[in-house]
């Protein structure tokens, strides 16, 4: 048994895990894992799922999903559907308090069922600018102007908060001007630093002091750095730690994204993570580069910032007034039942 938290979020492979899984698990490198459809069947068994994995390690490993709303919600059944991020801007703009009331609804919708099945943390908020450009993005954001963000991705943050969970900010520093795909490419993003900080930090900047962490993106700004966000020191150090104060958690994007690849080997992209600030390297559905990554950081003294920084990130108990979630989830539900043209 280990008394700390390793570097690395791992998938593992199904509804239960395998042999396989738990010798993952048991690794000192392993310090948490993320979670997808091909994980969940039910609420039930998802709550018996994390039981399992909590139950490998002492202290238990951080359990987490990209559950934003929309597109990207990998547990359905069982649970409500939660609209995408894009809606609530477009309810925003002609009624800014209710999208308001929306994006904290949906926040505190989504992490009442996640703790109640014992997930810790998800991957959200977008904090990404729909500009018409990433067809990733696209509809996970919710609007176009930075200060719109900041004020729907605030009151999803306030809804998480309540309802015992911190919230992830992505893909810093913007990954909405280009329009390749990180999971399939390896986008660069030409602008001068002077245009990203005053347009898409616009969204990120305000809300650091209420994000238990940050996610960067798989995305080059050359103007700033030869290496994507993810892996450079300027970005994560220099800028985000120093420039801007940001003392949560840092979590590297999938390593095994396309947009990695330029880092070398998986064992090589986990160690320029690290290198560059990254409190925790995710490697989500790649199983011989989880172990090849493991295999080279079982001697990795463990952090003392960093280990308060991701269990910072563990759930909080929480409950929740029954009618006061069915209001809520009567909101939302009513938000996708009004745009028939909804993107699920």
Not at 58 to 83: H, K, M, S, W, Y
Not at 106 to 128: C, M
């Amino acid at each position: 048994m280990t008394d700390f938290l390793g570097p690395v979020m791992l998938g593992v492979t199904g509804l239960e895990l395998t042999s396989e899984d738990l010798e993952r698990l048991r690794h000192p490198a392993a310090g948490g894992v993320i979670l997808f459809t091909r994980n969940y069947q039910d609420p039930e068994q998802l709550q018996a799922l994390v039981a399992a994995i909590r139950a490998v390690r002492n202290p238990g490993l951080l359990v987490a999903v990209d559950q934003e709303g929309g597109r990207v919600q990998r547990f359905r059944e069982g649970l409500t559907e939660i609209p995408s991020m894009q809606k609530i801007g477009e309810i925003f703009n002609y009624d800014p308090t209710r999208g308001q009331e929306l994006a904290r609804d949906a926040g505190w919708v989504l992490a009442h069922e996640l703790r109640n099945a014992g997930v810790d943390f998800s991957f959200t908020p977008v904090l990404d600018r729909d500009i018409g450009i990433s067809e990733v993005i696209r509809e996970r954001a919710f609007h176009e102007r930075a200060d719109v963000i900041v004020m729907l991705a605030g009151q999803l943050l306030d809804g998480l908060e309540e309802a015992g969970m911190s919230g992830v900010g992505k893909h810093f520093p913007g990954h909405g001007a280009v329009a390749a795909d990180s999971h399939t490419d390896s986008p660069v993003d030409p602008r001068p630093f002077s245009d990203i900080e005053t347009e898409d930090l616009g969204a990120f900047l305000p809300l650091l002091p209420h994000l238990g962490g940050v996610m960067p993106a798989h995305v080059i700004y050359p103007e700033v750095d030869s290496r994507p966000a993810g892996f450079s020191g300027i970005w994560l150090h220099d800028l985000l730690r120093v420039r801007y104060g940001f003392d949560g958690a840092i979590f590297s994007d999938d390593l095994g994204m396309s947009g990695a690849s330029g880092a070398g080997s998986p064992a090589e992209r986990a160690h320029a993570a690290l290198y560059a600030g990254c409190d925790m390297v995710l490697i989500c559905n790649d199983f011989p580069a989880m172990d090849e990554i493991l295999g080279t950081l079982g001697d990795r003294e463990p952090n003392a910032d960093s280990q308060r920084r991701l269990e910072a990130m563990r759930g909080r108990p929480t409950d929740a007034d029954p009618e006061r979630l069915d209001a809520a989830r009567g909101r939302l539900q009513a938000l996708i039942d009004h745009h028939p043209t909804y993107i699920v």
